[in-house]
Structure formats: structure tokens, C-alpha cells
């Protein structure tokens, strides 16, 4: 029997409405892992250059990590992965919930879909038995309405990833849901299921994963446990803007421990930084154009810490997870139960619209969730929006007569409802910025903020240039999970392997800006370790913890027998990402043309604000993350003897 993995991943062809189990060798595993590694392995092998991402040859997978399932704790995540819509390249959103651990229950590391059905199906994976089903009672219904009549048909122990009208309507900014608003939400891969007619997944059975050595896993997870029981003091959440402003104003910064945000985590979850973000500079304001003068404490006071959990009713916790960085909120925003909003939504709702209005960020998330849309891209893409109407580029009678007006709450929410049924101007929007530029001209592509047609999140790349390097040369840009220098502070590999570089413990804020062959090993480090925790199924905030509290490296040797390194790992690491990228020069991509949007580079600089005169030197930058990973730092294209060092054919 396979330790860890279960050995074999489900192929679907949906033209023909057939089903195939593929079992796949130990090495297969050792090589690549599980979730992303996986999914990166299959797709760049059999995905064929120049396919349409929204036709048959595209394919869609749902992966599940190695170390789910094992007794090993923060590894509940599972991915979506395919040809991304919107940047015509790798695609992949991560997630969390329950999905992960039923993939694995019903036999199988991953569901791979391939062709188009000819009306709308369900895949049902249920006790063995995998059967593509008729969706056309489902097709039109909203993602939560999908889900609950699935679990009905299905029991209430089967998981569901569907898709809402969003996805239907093939909005490039669909993602895919589960357990009632947990999203999938980036690449546009629910447009990629809606191309399909493929409505949802339903998963489960009563598969057992086997480990190497189950007493050392469970003695591994009592020791991240014990440092999770440490009590931390924090301060109320009124304080928080205060600390912003202090970090903003000191020259100097150190280098952080992530432990003191896993435990603001624990008790806000990711709305712990709504307000120090927009002071300290890390939260974009006005889409991009204004600062924390422009979204003060008084105006974001609607979303401070304290008052979002003053509607959570109690904690939500994803697959093993000893956080519960969520929350479920009783009777607010106009739904009786929604999922608490991520920083994440009540920014890219709030400070970048320049909206102050709470009610309409809770309504939002939860109208947006059950629509099977991404709240960071379309808060973007209404931002864009906005700046458009404001330099008259959008006039009432483009916008149906909504006045576009910054920090109207009103006409957002008559916007959102336009880009979700496809009316006026929302079908221009509901492919995102990058695409709305393109058809209004103009010269509106300046306030179009994206990097190779994806919206870019709420991370200001002027505070830490690691995100504008890798909103810019990840194989999927525009994320701001793919790593950045404050990620590589906290994960502290150092302390694991000496391969990589040590950062000091004080340095100056200019010092961060500089192109060095440092600046390049640890975003490449980054990236490695990312894409390792990825192929586990571990949680980013779980690696926030550092790898030497947060024993991934250990976990996977007592889970599959293997007695690899942690050198030996971060090469797997090193594998998958380079997949991801040789998938993109496979298809067309050219690297070096990729980058964020001017405006989000510093390019020209702010005038004003906590992140006054920074820019950020992007290519060169990229050219030494490019060299260290094996890359030619030119081009980005990965180096015939790194691909056959790697053995990626």
C-alpha cells in the first residue's frame, strides 16, 4: 500500500462522458509530490500547446495534498489547476474547507477533466463509483443553492466545488466554491468549469490513508500544538492603526517572526490587518492612486478588527486546522449566515473603492460567493471602474446612469449585480480589468492594475518589492501567495538548511529595493519552499509559523518512508515551480513581458503617503530570481540543463 498518497488520480473526458483510473508509481510521488505537483506534472505533459482554455483540450484538475489525510496539521488545502483564461498561461487557486480530505477518501489524489459536455453534468465520485451525471435541474442556481442540493442527493458527509452564474456566464473572474463560501476564487478556472458545462464535483468515500509512522506524526503535530498553547498579549484592535503608523515611520525594519501574526490570526483571523495594512502602506488605496490620508482611521474604522468579529458567531475552522482563522456570521449584510469576510474582500471592497460602508462588504462577499466570483478582481476591476468615471472616460450613460463616485456603496452594489448577470456595463467588467481596458481604450490600461491580465490583490508591491518581483515572474502572476520578502522572513528556512541566505536581523527600508544576487536566492527560496507546502497541501499560515516550529520537512518523512532532506525537498519545490514555468514558455508565454502594472512598480513614484519615492527596478530584479532558480535571466525561459537536472522532459 502507498504511504501518504493514495496512488492513482481519476481521468474524465466530458465530451464523452467517461471515466478512467490511472495508478501512478511511488516515484511518480517522490518526484512531484501531491496538490500542485501534480497537477503541474500532468498538465504540462498533456495539456497541448495553443489549447483554448475554455475548449475541450484544456484540463481542469482538483488535487489534494500528500499530507492530507496523515494526522499532520494545516494541510486540508486542495488546488484547481488548468490553462488559466485570463493570462493564457499556468492557472491554479488554492483553497481550503473540506474538499481536500474527501478527494482523498473517495480513492483518489486528483480528478483531471478534459472535453466539453454537450449540456450541463455533474461528476459524482461517491463510494467507488464515478458516474458523470445530468446538472440541467442545477445549471442557473447559485453555488450554496448547488451545494445543498448535492449533499441531499449525495449524504451530508460528500463535498462539493461547484460553480454560480459567474462560471455559467463564463466571467473571467469565476472561481469555484465549497463548504457554502470557501473559494477557489483566482485564474478564472471557473470559467473554465462553466466552458465545460461541468455545474459541480461531488466527492466521497471511506478510503484510509496509510503512513509510514503514525505515532511520530502524531508526536510531531503535539509539538506545533504546544507552541500554538503559548499565550501571546495583543492589543485591542482600535490599536492596530497605530502600530501601521509606526512601522510606516521608522527608517529601519527587522526581520519578523511569523508567530505573532499566527496569533492574530487566531483570535481576528486575516481582518487582524485591515487598518495597520492601510497605514503602514501595504493596503492599496483608490485603486492604487492614494494612500492611508485618502482611508484614514476614521473612514476605516467600519472595518477594524473588533467590529468584524463583533458579527462572528463562532470560529471556523478548516480541515485540521488549529486556527480557525474564519468565522461565521449570524444575520448581517442581509443574509442570515455568510462567511466572514477576508482581509483580502474588505479591502478590495473597501479601501481601494474608497468605501467605508461595512453592511455593503459583508453583502458583497456573501452576493459575490453565491455568484462564484473572485471579490479581489472584481473590487479591482470596479476601482478601475471608478478612475474611469472620474477622468470621464465612463459617463452615466455607459453606466446605466450609476454614478461612479468614489466610496458610493449604493452603486457599487448596482454594479456588482450588473457584472454578475452579464447587463450594461458589467459585461464589459465581468472579465476584469485587463480585458475592460482593452475594449474601452482610451488610455485606460494606466488604471487597469493587473500583471499578465490577472487583478492584482491587496498587497502593495511599494512596500515589499518581493511581491512586485513575483506579481511580475511567477508562472501565475498577480498573486500575492506566491511569496515575497516578508514571507521568506517568516518561514525561516535558514534554520533548516544553509543553502539559503540569512537575512539581518535589523536593515534599512531602501536597502529591501536593491537588485542583488541575495534579493534574487531568497525570493527563489521562496518560491521553492511555496511550492513545496503546495504540493503537501500545508496552509501558508501554517509556514508562517517557521520550519523550525512547523515541521513539514519531518512530516513527510514519518508520512511516506522516505528519508529525504530538507534539501532533498526544497528540490521538489524547485521542480514544480520550473514546471509551472516551462508550461508557460509551452504555451506561448513569454516571461520577460510580463509585469505588473507601472502604477503598482512605483513607476512614477508617490508623492505622499508611506511609500513616498519607492519604485521598484522589476527587470532587474527578475533577472536575478531568474539565475538563481536555473532560469535564463533574460529571458526566463528554464535552461535546458536545469530542466534535465530536474528531469522535466
Request: aromatic letters at 8%; glycine letters at 12%; a positive charge.
Amino acid at each position: 500500500m502507498p504511504k501518504a498518497f493514495m496512488g492513482k488520480i481519476l481521468l474524465v473526458d466530458l465530451t464523452s462522458g467517461t471515466t478512467t483510473d490511472e495508478v501512478l508509481p511511488e516515484a511518480f510521488y517522490q518526484q512531484n509530490l501531491s496538490g500542485m505537483g501534480l497537477a503541474a506534472r500532468i498538465l504540462y505533459d498533456r495539456i497541448p500547446a495553443g489549447a483554448d482554455p475554455l475548449g475541450p483540450e484544456n484540463m481542469l484538475a482538483f488535487v489534494s495534498g500528500l499530507l492530507t489525510n496523515t494526522g499532520s496539521l494545516f494541510t486540508g488545502r486542495w488546488m484547481a489547476c488548468g490553462k488559466s483564461p485570463v493570462t493564457g498561461g499556468w492557472g491554479d487557486s488554492n483553497c481550503g474547507g473540506y474538499l481536500s480530505p474527501a478527494l482523498k477518501r473517495a480513492g483518489y489524489d486528483g480528478i483531471f477533466v478534459t472535453g466539453c459536455a454537450a449540456q450541463p453534468v455533474y461528476l459524482a465520485v461517491v463510494n467507488g463509483s464515478a458516474e458523470v451525471k445530468s446538472a440541467d435541474d442545477l445549471w442557473g442556481q447559485e453555488t450554496l443553492a448547488t451545494e445543498l442540493v448535492l449533499k441531499e442527493r449525495h449524504g451530508r458527509r460528500a463535498q462539493v466545488a461547484s460553480i454560480g452564474p459567474g462560471g455559467e456566464r463564463l466571467s473571467l473572474m469565476a472561481g469555484i466554491a465549497n463548504d457554502k463560501g470557501r473559494m477557489a476564487a483566482r485564474s478564472g478556472l471557473g470559467a473554465v468549469m462553466g466552458s465545460k458545462k461541468l455545474k459541480a464535483i461531488v466527492v466521497d468515500g471511506k478510503e484510509r490513508v496509510e503512513v509510514h509512522n503514525r505515532d511520530r506524526m502524531k508526536a510531531l503535530s503535539q509539538q506545533v500544538l504546544g507552541h500554538l498553547a503559548k499565550k501571546v498579549p495583543l492589543p485591542p484592535g482600535s490599536v492596530t492603526p497605530l502600530m501601521g503608523k509606526a512601522m510606516a515611520a521608522l527608517p529601519v525594519a527587522n526581520t519578523m517572526d511569523g508567530m505573532l501574526y499566527v496569533h492574530m490570526l487566531r483570535k481576528w483571523g486575516t481582518v487582524s490587518m485591515n487598518q495597520a495594512s492601510i497605514e503602514m502602506g501595504d493596503s492599496p488605496i483608490k485603486n492604487w492612486s492614494g494612500t492611508s490620508r485618502d482611508f484614514g482611521p476614521s473612514r476605516s474604522a467600519s472595518v477594524t478588527p473588533d467590529r468584524i468579529i463583533a458579527k462572528e458567531e463562532k470560529k471556523y475552522h478548516c480541515y485540521s486546522c488549529p486556527l480557525g482563522c474564519g468565522g461565521i456570521c449570524k444575520n448581517v449584510g442581509g443574509f442570515e449566515e455568510t462567511h466572514k469576510p477576508e482581509y483580502e474582500t474588505c479591502l478590495s471592497l473597501g479601501g481601494l473603492l474608497l468605501n467605508e460602508d461595512a453592511d455593503t462588504i459583508f453583502y458583497l462577499n456573501e452576493k459575490l460567493n453565491r455568484a462564484g466570483l473572485d471579490t479581489i478582481s472584481t473590487g479591482s476591476t470596479i476601482a478601475f471602474a471608478m478612475e474611469c468615471f472620474e477622468k470621464g472616460l465612463l459617463t452615466t450613460a455607459d453606466t446605466g446612469g450609476l454614478e461612479l463616485t468614489w466610496g458610493n456603496a449604493s452603486a457599487i452594489r448596482k454594479l456588482v449585480d450588473m457584472i454578475i448577470a452579464r447587463e450594461g456595463l458589467g459585461d464589459m467588467l465581468a472579465d476584469g480589468s485587463a480585458v475592460a481596458a482593452k475594449k474601452l481604450g482610451q488610455g485606460s490600461q494606466d488604471f487597469a492594475m493587473h500583471a499578465g491580465g490577472q487583478d492584482l490583490p491587496m498587497h502593495d508591491s511599494r512596500l515589499d518589492p518581493g511581491h512586485g518581483l513575483l506579481f511580475s515572474a511567477d508562472p501565475t502572476p498577480g498573486r500575492h501567495t506566491t511569496g515575497c520578502y516578508l514571507y521568506y522572513e517568516m518561514y525561516q528556512l535558514w534554520r533548516s538548511t544553509k543553502k539559503v541566505p540569512k537575512p539581518s536581523m535589523f536593515f534599512t527600508k531602501n536597502s529591501k529595493y536593491a537588485a542583488t544576487p541575495e534579493k534574487g536566492a531568497m525570493a527563489a527560496a521562496c518560491s521553492q519552499f511555496t511550492q513545496l507546502y503546495n504540493g503537501a497541501g500545508l496552509c501558508m499560515f501554517g509556514a508562517f509559523m517557521g520550519a523550525h516550529r512547523l515541521p513539514l520537512f519531518d512530516w513527510l518523512n514519518a508520512a511516506t518512508g522516505w528519508q529525504l532532506t530538507p534539501d532533498d525537498y526544497l528540490a521538489i519545490g524547485h521542480r514544480i515551480q520550473t514546471t509551472r514555468q516551462a508550461f508557460n514558455v509551452k504555451h506561448g508565454i513569454a516571461p520577460r513581458e510580463v509585469n505588473a502594472t507601472a502604477r503598482a512598480l512605483g513607476q512614477p513614484p508617490q508623492s505622499s503617503g508611506p511609500n513616498k519615492g519607492r519604485s521598484i527596478p522589476v527587470d532587474k530584479l527578475k533577472s536575478e530570481y531568474w539565475r538563481q532558480l536555473g532560469w535564463h535571466p533574460e529571458t526566463g525561459e528554464p535552461l535546458p540543463a536545469t530542466m534535465a537536472r530536474l528531469d522535466i522532459n
